[in-house]
């Protein structure tokens, strides 16, 4: 158990929808990352926030965005779906320190678009 | 830009074989690198990982990994793999200069053990 949890555990929806994926971060790490796991693309890094910040974003779409609240935990909001959209989606938390960027991943959500 | 390649996408191996496992990676900026494994229907676990100091590294479940600046290698290693070994490995690297920055992973290679 790597102290992540994520909500739900599978997801299925259909194409013009719009969720909502729940992150909660280890105690202690102020750092959440979002990342997409698809049989084409592989693991993508969506996007992180640091301390309700947003601090880095990668391949996210538009239609797709995020926050993080002040007890740090984080939920990535997915709308207007489509059927590519149906992935696995991982959390993961590290402490944010430089020197220290192990990053801790949770169960995952599975996303299904139907 | 950092960039990882595993080289083999599928590795199958019997049980109690040696397995290497390669990774290579392409970067303008100094890195740390780390291998994760994923077992079926779980999420990523951190196997082993590499910051600084010696260059070989050792993990959990016997696994260890040599970083190699010169040929931008982190190749995983195994000398006798179990049935439970069966599953997902994947290289990745963060920019070791910027504070807890995302994780850039490779496609992942397959590690079959068969008895």
């Known amino acids: 158990d790597s102290g992540v949890t994520q909500t739900p555990k599978h997801l299925i929806t259909a194409t013009g929808q719009r969720v909502t994926l729940r992150c909660s971060p280890r105690?202690?790490?102020?750092?959440v990352y979002w990342y997409q796991q698809s049989l084409d693309q592989g693991l993508q890094f969506l996007i992180q926030?640091?301390?309700?910040?947003?601090?880095a974003k990668g391949n996210i779409l538009e239609r797709f965005s995020a926050q993080q609240f002040p007890d740090l935990h984080s939920e990535l909001n997915l709308s207007s779906l489509e059927l590519g959209d149906s992935a696995l989606y991982f959390c993961?938390?590290?402490?944010?320190?430089?020197?220290?960027?192990?990053?801790?991943f949770g169960p995952g959500t599975r996303l299904t678009v139907l | 830009a950092q960039s990882v390649t595993q080289l083999d996408s599928q590795v199958p191996v019997f049980e109690e074989a040696p397995v290497e496992l390669r990774c290579n990676y392409s970067?303008?900026?100094?890195?740390?690198l780390f291998w994760y494994v994923q077992y079926p229907n779980q999420g990523l676990q951190l196997l082993l990982k590499?910051?600084?100091?010696?260059?070989l590294v050792k993990g959990i479940n016997g696994f260890e990994a040599e970083f190699n600046k010169s040929q931008t290698s982190f190749h995983l290693r195994k000398p006798s793999v179990h049935i439970s070994d069966t599953a997902e490995y994947f290289c990745?690297?963060?920019?070791?200069?910027?504070?807890?920055?995302?994780?850039?992973f490779g496609k992942g290679t397959t590690l079959s053990v068969s008895s």
């Open positions: 993961a938390s590290s402490v944010g320190r430089r020197d220290h960027n192990e990053q801790f």
């Open positions: 105690s202690g790490d102020l750092s």
């Open positions: 926030y640091y301390n309700g910040e947003e601090r």
């Open positions: 970067s303008s900026v100094s890195v740390y």
């Open positions: 590499y910051l600084s100091g010696s260059t």
């Open positions: 990745a690297v963060s920019d070791r200069a910027q504070a807890g920055t995302a994780l850039i």
